[in-house]
Nanobody
């Protein structure tokens, strides 16, 4: 009974910031890597950022230097801090457990527009 609950999405102006949160339950959170993915209209879902159980991080080239993924194992939560947002960042953002079984969050809309 794994559940990933996201929050923090919304409408923001270009150059603005948002912080997405994904709270996990039903797993031993600290044992798994986590990832943030996004899917824009008409495009394939892509990896935005990942963080392993060892706190190693990786980012898509398009977000390097702007986004930061982090996790708080005491809260079973992974975060995506998004700064300097651009219109092309507009997408549905999904949280995923990076394990043998893939569990996805419900997706949260991020819209960057003036």
């Amino acid at each position: 009974q794994v559940q990933l609950v996201e929050s923090g999405g919304g409408l923001v102006q270009p150059g603005g910031s948002l912080r997405l949160s994904c709270a996990a339950s039903g797993i031993i959170f600290r044992h798994y890597g986590m990832g943030w993915y996004r899917q824009a209209p008409g495009k394939q879902r892509e990896l935005v950022a990942g963080i392993t159980q060892f706190l190693t991080t990786n980012y898509a080239d398009s977000v390097k230097g702007r986004f930061t993924i982090s996790r708080d194992n005491t809260k079973n939560t992974v975060y995506l801090q998004m700064n300097s947002l651009r219109p092309e960042d507009t997408a549905v953002y999904y949280c995923k457990v990076n394990g043998p079984t893939e569990y996805w969050g419900q997706g949260t809309q991020v819209t960057v527009s003036s």
